[in-house]
């Protein structure tokens, strides 16, 4: 009864994480506001949905499989973000801290 709350509580947060993510990535005006929003808010909310099924999980492998999948899916939005940020300032684009000094 507590693993299924705690799964509940923590899944349900990861999620509210994601809905921030994906509101700050359609809200925000420039490329690289939205990449912050997005990584940093979907990574946490993976981070916190992976925990609330780590409750459940039967064993210590099972586990560690899925601590895993977080970890690559944190290197593959990182690797991701740098890549599109920077197309974006290829394309002229330029940084939001770079917008007044031009």
């Not at 990861?14 to 990584?39: E, K, M």
């Not at 560690?64 to 973000?81: D, E, P, S």
């Not at 740098?82 to 940084?95: F, I, P, T, Y």
């Amino acid at each position: 009864m507590i693993t299924d709350a705690l799964t509940i509580v923590l899944t349900g947060t990861g999620l509210i994480f994601f809905v921030a993510g994906t509101v700050g990535l359609l809200r925000f005006p420039d490329t690289h506001s939205r990449l912050h929003a997005l990584t940093k808010a979907d990574n946490l909310g993976l981070g916190l949905v992976i925990a609330g099924l780590m409750v459940q999980v039967p064993s210590p492998l099972d586990a560690g499989k899925l601590v895993l999948v977080w970890a690559l899916a944190i290197l593959a939005a990182g690797t991701t973000a740098q890549l599109v940020a920077r197309s974006a300032l290829k394309k002229g684009q330029s940084a939001p801290d770079d917008e007044g000094m031009q």
